[in-house]
């Protein structure tokens, strides 16, 4: 008797088994056999992709207790991965349109203004942007020719602007390629009333400027400068009578430089001791430690001196900066008092200094700290906050926050943010009166 068993795949994924029994007759008997994954249902397909991809189990255990084909499991996950990954995938439309934009010449010319005076804008950064942003091209010169256009018209708009509503103002020169820019700026608003450049800074340019404010209405109750001479001659000559407070950054910078050069001059001491040291314990080791012993003490000396005049100095400086120079501090008598205080310590400071050897390097630079009378007087008799008589600000600097005084002109000018834009010149003055 011949027997032969063939197989075939059906419909629906069954497979049918038939058997050939050569019987001698040809009788041919047929019958079907289903496996166990397609009688999965959905909620076990679900489960069984699940455990495929949480990996808890080995997927050859989880195909041998479900009694499927690793093949199939792998496909159950790969689906169960799609599914998850269409579920979670962001939305894929156009985005809702807020406006549109007619964009012409005008508009153009104001955004090339914009970029450069609010943006900080190079004028190779605006060309790139139009040429990006709007497939725009424009040339250099045609930039440069529009931020100068309005700048001209800015000037005949300045020009009209009635000025006597600024009662304070701080004037001082910057540099534009090396040459002076004469500025005035109105405390409270930080309106600028001057952006003039000159040849020079002497008496006569500031004078004729001013006159030309003062003609505008311009006539303030005093104003803050550092201690310029031409700028100082100029507003006497046009503007008598009106008081120029001595700025007190100045002083404080100078201050400052000094405390940083005693202090490095302290560590050069401290570093040449320890060398010194390191040498001498090499020299005991051969027995000859007498011939740097001198030279030691006189190191350790000089290092005393220094760590303590670095000291000094720095709370005499501090005294300064949050005591007497501060935008909220005591009167002007209680001022004086302090720094009558403060300059008798000085000298006693300036001959320690004198006595001190010049190590690692030279003796500091004279420094324009307070200690001319006529200096003196224009710093400390600036009126401050607490004087109940006072026409003006106290002197402009970096002292501490002014606590109580928020309202006081000096301080909201401490308080602001330091970047402001540059297009200060179209910005409406104060209201007169």
């Not at 949480?54 to 991965?81: I, M, N």
């Not at 006539?219 to 310029?228: L, S, Y």
């Not at 000291?311 to 004086?336: C, F, N, Q, Y």
């Not at 000096?410 to 200060?424: D, I, K, Y």
Request: hydrophobic letters at 35%.
């Amino acid at each position: 008797m011949r027997r032969v068993t063939s197989f075939s795949r059906g419909a629906k994924g069954a497979t049918v088994v038939a058997t050939l029994i050569d019987a001698g007759k040809g009788e041919l008997e047929s019958f079907s056999v289903r496996s166990k994954a397609a009688d999965m249902g959905p909620e076990q397909r679900m489960g069984l992709s699940l455990q495929v991809l949480a990996r808890t189990e080995p997927v050859a255990r989880l195909a041998e207790r479900h009694g499927v084909s690793r093949k199939f499991c792998y496909g159950l996950a790969g689906k169960s991965s799609e599914a998850l990954s269409e579920a979670y995938a962001p939305a894929v439309g156009e985005e809702d349109v807020l406006f549109h934009l007619p964009v012409t010449e005008r508009w153009l010319r104001q955004f090339v203004v914009a970029q450069v005076l609010i943006g900080h804008t190079s004028f190779r950064g605006v060309q790139e942007l139009l040429r990006d942003l709007f497939d725009h091209k424009i040339s250099l010169g045609a930039i440069y020719n529009i931020v100068h256009e309005t700048v001209e018209a800015a000037r005949k708009i300045n020009a009209g602007e009635n000025l006597s509503g600024i009662r304070r103002g701080a004037h001082d020169e910057i540099f534009q390629a090396r040459s002076p820019v004469l500025v005035g700026v109105d405390i409270p608003s930080t309106y600028c009333y001057l952006l003039a450049a000159e040849e020079d800074c002497g008496e006569t340019a500031w004078g004729v400027h001013l006159l030309d404010l003062a003609e505008r209405g311009l006539r303030p109750d005093g104003t803050i400068a550092d201690g310029g001479r031409g700028q100082r001659a100029g507003q006497a000559a046009a503007w008598p009578g009106v008081p120029c407070w001595e700025d007190i950054f100045h002083s404080e910078m100078d201050l400052g430089s000094l405390v940083y050069y005693l202090e490095n001059r302290a560590k050069g001491c401290t570093t040449a001791r320890q060398k010194l040291e390191r040498r001498m314990s090499r020299a005991k080791a051969h027995g000859e430690g007498g011939t740097l012993s001198k030279r030691l003490a006189v190191a350790r000396a000089a290092e005393k001196q220094a760590v303590e005049l670095a000291k000094d100095v720095r709370t005499l400086s501090d005294w300064m900066r949050h005591d007497i120079l501060s935008l909220a501090g005591p009167d002007e008598r209680s001022r004086r008092r302090l720094f009558d205080f403060r300059r008798s310590a000085r000298r006693e400071t300036r001959r320690y200094c004198a006595a001190l050897p010049d190590l690692p390097r030279d003796r500091p630079r004279r420094l324009r700290t307070p200690g001319r009378q006529p200096q003196d007087a224009r710093i400390l008799a600036a009126p401050g906050p607490t004087s109940p008589h006072a026409p003006g600000p106290p002197p402009l600097g970096r002292g501490r926050r002014p606590g109580g005084h928020e309202g006081h002109p000096a301080g909201q000018l401490h308080r602001r943010e330091p970047q402001q834009p540059p297009a200060l010149l179209l910005r409406p003055p104060p209201p007169p009166g």
